[in-house]
T-cell receptor
Framework: GNSVTQMEGPVTLSEEAFLTINCTYTATGYPSLFWYVQYPGEGLQLLLKATKADDKGSNKGFEATYRKETTSFHLEKGSVQVSDSAVYFCALKNNGNQFYFGTGTSLTVIP | EAGVAQSPRYKIIEKRQSVAFWCNPISGHATLYWYQQILGQGPKLLIQFQNNGVVDDSQLPKDRFSAERLKGVDSTLKIQPAKLEDSAVYLC?????????????????FGEGSRLTVL
């Protein structure tokens, strides 16, 4: 089957700290992988994506690399800002255009 | 370009009452999804449409939930009768059809959601 497991939160970091949010997946076939972000009071929006093994998605200083050998897509940022406080969701899409989401990781960045 | 539109944004009802949510996807998006997001959890797929046909409704509680997309554009999700455990945010999303892009990359575009509270 298809599923996504991501690091449980909440995560609290000081501004400029390094961020890693772990995500692993189980899938049949060759999925695409995504990170979505939900800022307070807003809908989910795409943060970054990768469509095949070894691809690196990046956006707004965030990066994630599609690792087929470890079935992982960990999210990283070198220096977080207060404005990065949000809930982050890892997701996969299978060949049937079906999306599966993790449970979300809440990040709070303090000044 | 207009995003995914949903209404109402908020709804409070008593258990056993009915409620309907409406969604208008991004123009040209053939695939439409309804998700249920319970507080503290990730979105859970309820139903997926491709144009006006149902692709996947395996997790839709069909004894109380129904959804339609009659003309292949906007969609309605109904709950009747509602239960306390239906309290959640109902998210509508749409995406490009994978066939058009030729590559399996189409991401989801979400609406702001409809928050349902069942008392």
């Amino acid at each position: 089957g298809n599923s996504v497991t991501q690091m449980e939160g909440p995560v609290t970091l000081s501004e400029e700290a390094f961020l890693t949010i772990n995500c692993t997946y189980t899938a049949t076939g060759y999925p695409s992988l995504f990170w979505y972000v939900q800022y307070p009071g807003e809908g989910l929006q795409l943060l970054l994506k990768a469509t095949k093994a070894d691809d690196k998605g990046s956006n707004k200083g965030f990066e994630a690399t599609y690792r087929k050998e470890t079935t992982s897509f960990h999210l990283e940022k070198g220096s977080v800002q207060v404005s990065d406080s949000a809930v982050y969701f890892c997701a996969l899409k299978n060949n049937g255009n079906q999306f599966y989401f993790g449970t979300g990781t809440s990040l709070t960045v303090i000044p | 370009e207009a995003g995914v539109a949903q209404s109402p944004r908020y709804k409070i009802i008593e258990k056993r009452q009915s409620v309907a949510f409406w969604c208008n996807p991004i123009s040209g998006h053939a695939t439409l999804y309804w998700y249920q997001q319970i507080l503290g959890q990730g979105p859970k797929l309820l139903i997926q449409f491709q144009n006006n046909g149902v692709v996947d409704d395996s997790q839709l509680p069909k004894d109380r939930f129904s959804a339609e997309r009659l003309k292949g554009v906007d969609s309605t999700l109904k709950i009747q009768p509602a239960k306390l455990e239906d309290s959640a945010v109902y998210l509508c999303a749409s995406s490009f059809p994978a066939l058009l892009s030729g590559v399996n990359t189409g991401e989801l575009f979400f609406g702001e959601g409809s928050r349902l509270t069942v008392l």
